[in-house]
Structures are given as structure tokens and as C-alpha cells.
């Protein structure tokens, strides 16, 4: 079994959808939990980070962490066709060794 | 500010050849990682240099990589030789100092080396 699940997608929405990504995990020790987004043929870029659980917020993205479910969420309000990417869960145990899931190819038409 | 430089871009090779990729951090940056994503799986961790120093290389499969970061900048990773399976996308990131607990120190990625073994 693979630590970190993440459905591959790919998902595909209209614009102005609200967008709902999320990934399970197996290891409790994990602390960190990242966003990562990554466009084609550039490297990952970290959208947002959480430590330990708790809800966080910035402009349209909203991510969520609950431990005792082991399970992440990322959700883009009011998507746009810029969205259009893969986006990686990733996950440590002390924020240097990154874990991630495989990533959901998401589309956005306009 | 730069970003994290990797060369080359793409390389393609025979089995059985070696390959040397590069990696250029953030100037400043201690920490250097090295992860990389073979076909149709997740991006997994290679190893972690803190400067000069191989803080954690659990994730390297075999003897057939080798990893250095001579003076603690730049850092380069060896495949000699390469197999088949060795084909994936290599990517480095880079990082400062190691935060405090609580406080992600964030990993920049480079662009990514594509191998390709024939």
C-alpha cells in the first residue's frame, strides 16, 4: 500500500466550479502537509502548506487537514482556466523528506 | 532572484552508459534535494544534503547513483550504469536553513532533467 493516495484524475470542470482535490495517507507520524502545483514540463511550485491540523486560507484556495481521518483537501473556489495543472499532495513527518501522492491532472474549461 | 537551474534539460542514453545531471540551487540555499518520478508513478525522494554533507539518502535504489555536492553548491547526480528502469524525471529542489517546528521551509523546484534510457 502506498503512503500517500491520490486519485490521478484527470478531473474536469467548468469555470467557476469549485474544485475539491484530496488524498489519504497511511503514516500518522506526518506533520507537514503541502499543496504543490505543477504545469507541464516546469517543476512542482508550492501553493500551500499546513502544519498539523487545521484549515487554511488563501484568496480562492482553501486547504484542510484532519489526522484523525488521515485524510488532506484542497478546494479551488471559482476555478479559472489558469488552474488547469496537476496538483501534488505532499506530506513529511519534519518538513525536509517530502512524500507525494500522484497527482490529479485537473482541467478548467472556459 | 534565480530559481533552481537544472542541466541538461533531457538526455537520452544507452543502457549501460553513464549520465551526469546537475543541479543549481538558490543561491544561499543550505539544503539540497534530489527527487525524481519514473513513468506513470509519484515523485519520490532520492536523497537530502545539507551544504556539503548527505544528510539522508535512504531513498537512492542502488549503488549505481551517486550523489555529490562538492563546497556545498552546486550538486551533481551520477547514474554509471544506467538501466532501462532508470528512465524518469529527475528534479532537485532546494531550500534555506531548517525552520522551526511548526514552520514549513519551502522546497523550489527545479524544471527537471528528463532521462531517457534506450
Known amino acids: 500500500q502506498k503512503e500517500v493516495e491520490q486519485d490521478p484524475g484527470p478531473l474536469s470542470v467548468p469555470e467557476g466550479a469549485i474544485v475539491s482535490l484530496n488524498c489519504t495517507y497511511s503514516?500518522?507520524?506526518?506533520?507537514?502537509f503541502m499543496w504543490y502545483r505543477q504545469y507541464s514540463r516546469k517543476g512542482p511550485e508550492l501553493l500551500m502548506y499546513?502544519?498539523?491540523?487545521g484549515n487554511k486560507e488563501d484568496g480562492r484556495f482553501t486547504a484542510q487537514v484532519d489526522k484523525s481521518s488521515k485524510y488532506i483537501s484542497l478546494f479551488i473556489r471559482d476555478s479559472q482556466p489558469s488552474d488547469s495543472a496537476t496538483y501534488l499532495c505532499a506530506m513529511s513527518e519534519y518538513g525536509n523528506k517530502l512524500v507525494f501522492g500522484a497527482g490529479t491532472i485537473l482541467r478548467v474549461k472556459s | 532572484e534565480a530559481g533552481v537551474t537544472q542541466f541538461p534539460s533531457h538526455s537520452v542514453i544507452e543502457k549501460g552508459q553513464t549520465v551526469t545531471l546537475r543541479c543549481d540551487p538558490i543561491s544561499g540555499h543550505d539544503n539540497l534535494y534530489w527527487y525524481r518520478r519514473v513513468m506513470g508513478k509519484e515523485i519520490k525522494f532520492l536523497l537530502h544534503?545539507?551544504?556539503?554533507?548527505?544528510?539522508?539518502e535512504s531513498g537512492m535504489p542502488n549503488n549505481r547513483f551517486l550523489a555529490e555536492r562538492t563546497g556545498g553548491t552546486y550538486s551533481t547526480l551520477k547514474v554509471q550504469p544506467a538501466e532501462l528502469e532508470d528512465s524518469g524525471v529527475y528534479f532537485c529542489?532546494?531550500?534555506?536553513?531548517?525552520?522551526?517546528?511548526?514552520?514549513?521551509?519551502?522546497?523550489?523546484f527545479g524544471p527537471g532533467t528528463r532521462l531517457t534510457v534506450l
Open positions: 544534503f545539507v551544504k556539503e554533507s548527505k544528510q539522508d
Open positions: 529542489a532546494s531550500s534555506p536553513v531548517l525552520a522551526g517546528t511548526g514552520t514549513y521551509n519551502e522546497q523550489f
Open positions: 499546513t502544519y498539523s491540523s
Open positions: 503514516n500518522s507520524a506526518f506533520q507537514y
